[in-house]
């Protein structure tokens, strides 16, 4: 049973009354843009959110597993970037930087921890067990390195007029891969716009596009994608990305985004609603702090016991979460982990059960590499599906499978460059790809996890 009754809330409407010399995020606008755009969309918004806190409610303290997200990451880069790693056509390295800063801080291993700058709300501090993958195999299912390049004549997109023009092949970007099985990332290089200044990125919250749903993903600035290469400036943690999904997988952000009549900040509790799930554990706060959190940070802008939350004291303003805008954040709280599994047990399920095989090394483009003669054997671990690449330099080739106990369960006669193997109907475990060629003999161990 949901803790609170459901009303359809207006909220976010009334909220997009604050500026800032530099917005940052860029979610609330558009969504706000997109509900007004299309009232389907509204009432989307709240069913997909009724669904998912009723999962959390029933779910709440069940023992969780690790899920895991295919990621395509499309990097729209100038024409005039033709050189992979320059401008705006980042490097693999960044790809593989930005990915590893996400998943840290989704699991709670991101370099703050165990001893975080300050220890306020250590406590709070949550492992979200749920891990992105690049997708390493493509909606045909094709292998992929999960990665896609794209020229554009565009030298930058409007974070408010184009927000979506990357998002289109039409429009100078790269049409997105099903939002069912992937999670779209576009990377390209965000405009300063003139109302709301630097965007680093944005989302769209659960169902707030639910009928273009091509809109679907996250976009971020090449400058915020990652901290090395085009990202190696000042004043740039990396956590852009993570925030983003915080929004994907239904998070608000902490602070108050309302305003009284006067355009004044006024205090309120901005997550803890429908649409933001309920968020307990995370404190009431005016307005925006943009600056550093360490020991001695100490800003309290409301008081908690005015709020139905889960303080029974009032609390300092918990600036170090990744859905603050501070310039120092590391943390997930529970009840925010919670909301954010709910999504993806939820709206997002499809996505939790894609079909699409996955690269969980890190790596831009991992490769098996056999006798060093750039066969590729991939994904690995594999749901079913085996992909062996490269087999054209070579004579006579006989691929045999065995189980642990050496037992053959399945052979092939390849005559062909790519040879996919199918092993979904076999026991999840440690099976074994034995390649004969002229050149000798080698054996790839595989693990099936469907």
């Known amino acids: 049973m949901l803790k609170r009754s459901i009303t359809i809330i207006l909220l976010i409407i009334t909220q997009i009354s604050i500026a800032q010399n530099t917005r940052k995020c860029n979610t609330t606008f558009l969504v706000n843009q997109s509900i007004t755009e299309d009232s389907r969309n509204l009432i989307a918004m709240e069913e997909i959110a009724n669904k998912n806190n009723k999962w959390v409610d029933e779910n709440r303290n069940k023992e969780k597993t690790v899920i895991t997200v295919p990621i395509a990451v499309h990097i729209v880069h100038k024409n005039t970037h033709s050189n992979i790693g320059s401008g705006t056509n980042i490097s693999n390295a960044q790809i593989e930087d930005a990915i590893r800063i996400l998943n840290e801080d989704f699991s709670k291993t991101n370099p703050e921890f165990p001893n975080p700058p300050r220890n306020t709300f250590s406590n709070l501090a949550a492992d979200v067990q749920i891990q992105f993958c690049l997708a390493a195999t493509d909606e045909n299912g094709n292998p992929t390195t999960g990665v896609t390049r794209t020229s554009t004549t565009k030298s930058t997109f409007d974070p408010d007029t184009e927000a979506n023009d990357m998002k289109r092949n039409n429009t100078g970007g790269k049409d997105g891969w099903d939002p069912?099985?992937?999670?779209?990332?576009?990377?390209c290089n965000l405009a300063v716009s003139p109302s709301g200044g630097m965007t680093l990125g944005y989302s769209y919250l659960p169902?707030?596009?639910?009928?273009?749903?091509?809109?679907?993903?996250?976009?971020?600035?090449?400058?915020?994608?990652?901290?090395?290469?085009?990202?190696?400036g000042g004043g740039n943690d990396g956590s852009t990305t993570t925030h983003e999904i915080g929004h994907y997988l239904g998070l608000m952000h902490t602070f108050c985004e309302s305003a009284d009549n006067n355009g004044n900040p006024i205090c309120c509790d901005n997550d803890d609603n429908n649409w933001g799930g309920y968020v307990d554990d995370t404190p009431a706060s005016k307005d925006i702090y943009w600056g550093s959190v360490n020991a001695s940070t100490n800003n309290n802008?409301?008081?908690d016991l005015s709020y139905s939350n889960s303080f029974n004291t009032n609390v300092l303003d918990m600036d170090e979460n990744f859905m603050a805008y501070s310039s120092d954040v590391w943390m997930f709280t529970h009840d925010q982990s919670a909301v954010m599994n709910g999504t993806m047990n939820g709206y997002r399920n499809s996505l939790k059960n894609s079909p699409a095989s996955v690269n969980c090394s890190g790596a831009v483009g991992i490769d098996n590499v056999l006798d060093n003669n750039q066969i590729r054997i991939y994904p690995n671990p594999t749901k079913g599906k085996i992909l062996i690449q490269n087999l054209t330099n070579f004579q006579s080739e006989?691929?045999?499978?065995?189980?642990?106990?050496?037992?053959?369960?399945?052979?092939?006669?390849?005559?062909?460059?790519?040879?996919?193997?199918?092993?979904?109907?076999?026991?999840?475990g440690v099976y074994f790809i034995e390649i004969s060629t002229a050149n000798g003999k080698r054996i790839e161990k595989i693990i099936l996890t469907k």
């Open 180 to 187: 069912e099985e992937y999670l779209n990332i576009w990377v």
């Open 207 to 232: 169902g707030s596009v639910a009928w273009q749903m091509w809109k679907d993903g996250l976009v971020v600035d090449f400058q915020f994608f990652g901290t090395v290469g085009a990202a190696s």
């Open 301 to 303: 802008t409301c008081n």
């Open 398 to 428: 006989n691929i045999v499978v065995r189980n642990i106990l050496g037992e053959i369960i399945l052979t092939n006669q390849n005559t062909n460059s790519l040879l996919s193997l199918d092993l979904s109907l076999f026991e999840n």
